[in-house]
């Protein structure tokens, strides 16, 4: 969590997960897309786990 932390205080849409290495999209970026798109984001802001394109 603090690597997201620091991503969302730097403006950062993604940061890379430690462990596994891929980039992970952070809860303001998700937010700002406008949309849950139902893959199972790790920081994903919307209740709905259905997808909900624009």
């Given at each position: 969590?603090?690597?997201?932390?620091?991503?969302?205080?730097?403006?950062?849409?993604?940061?890379l997960?430690?462990?596994?290495?891929?980039?992970?999209?952070?809860?303001?970026y998700?937010?700002?897309?406008?949309?849950?798109?139902?893959?199972g984001?790790?920081?994903?802001?919307?209740?709905?786990?259905?997808?909900?394109?624009?």
């Amino acid at each position: 969590m603090a690597r997201h932390e620091r991503a969302i205080a730097a403006g950062l849409s993604t940061y890379l997960d430690p462990t596994t290495g891929f980039a992970v999209m952070t809860a303001d970026y998700l937010a700002d897309r406008g949309y849950c798109c139902g893959q199972g984001c790790r920081h994903c802001p919307w209740e709905s786990a259905e997808p909900t394109p624009p």
